[in-house]
T-cell receptor, first 114, second 115 residues
Framework: EADIYQTPRYLVIGTGKKITLECSQTMGHDKMYWYQQDPGMELHLIHYSYGVNSTEKGDLSSESTVSRIRTEHFPLTLESARPSHTSQYLC?????????????FGSGTRLTVV | GQQLNQSPQSMFIQEGEDVSMNCTSSSIFNTWLWYKQDPGEGPVLLIALYKAGELTSNGRLTAQFGITRKDSFLNISASIPSDVGIYFCAGQLRNSGGSNYKLTFGKGTLLTVNP
């Protein structure tokens, strides 16, 4: 049973459209993360949050933005989608303090921009 | 930032064979984690290691935390078709206050098992 949910699972959208990828978790975790996974498998951290009203950019520069108004919700928004944004987007969360159990990941959103 | 070198990048094996993959780092970690990502899903934690030299098993999986704290390996014995997927190592530091830093992930090992 998943405790972190991402919607939609798949999205095909035209260039220039605004999109929001949803991520919600029911575990009460303070920390949440967004990763972009390229076709070469590597995971790139693009955003993270350590709590409500806290957001930081990750290691990989991204044109997307995030918000954290509620503990359980961490949506990612692209104001104007481009084909270069085509990728798999994974959301994850972890508790604070971290008990050394790593992150819990969602099932991902596969985004295709045509 | 810290980087993990994970190898091999991909493996093609026959069902029943044993598999070994490893991760090395230029700096030490307090925790090593191994994840598996099934096709179309997010990564799932397989094994967590917390002490240098620690050897931990989870069914057919065995992982070890290197003595130098800069490496870890994962072995899968008697592979089966459902072992197919991407395996990631991840390292984590813990500061003196007990807080943990973000995970550093390896680039992944793609495992294909031929029936």
């Amino acid at each position: 049973e998943a405790d972190i949910y991402q919607t939609p699972r798949y999205l095909v959208i035209g260039t220039g459209k605004k999109i929001t990828l949803e991520c919600s978790q029911t575990m009460g975790h303070d920390k949440m993360y967004w990763y972009q996974q390229d076709p070469g498998m590597e995971l790139h951290l693009i955003h993270y949050s350590y709590g409500v009203n806290s957001t930081e950019k990750g290691d990989l520069s991204s044109e997307s933005t995030v918000s954290r108004i509620r503990t359980e919700h961490f949506p990612l928004t692209l104001e104007s989608a481009r084909p270069s944004h085509t990728s798999q987007y994974l959301c994850a969360s972890s508790p604070s303090p971290d008990r050394g159990r790593g992150y819990t990941f969602g099932s991902g959103t596969r985004l295709t921009v045509v | 930032g810290q980087q993990l070198n994970q190898s091999p990048q991909s493996m093609f094996i026959q069902e029943g064979e044993d598999v070994s993959m490893n991760c090395t780092s230029s700096s030490i970690f307090n925790t090593w984690l191994w994840y598996k990502q099934d096709p179309g899903e997010g990564p799932v934690l397989l094994i967590a290691l917390y002490k240098a030299g620690e050897l931990t098993s989870n069914g057919r999986l065995t992982a070890q935390f290197g003595i130098t704290r800069k490496d870890s390996f994962l072995n899968i014995s008697a592979s089966i078709p459902s072992d197919v997927g991407i395996y990631f190592c991840a390292g984590q530091l813990r500061n003196s206050g007990g807080s943990n830093y973000k995970l550093t992930f390896g680039k992944g090992t793609l495992l294909t098992v031929n029936p």
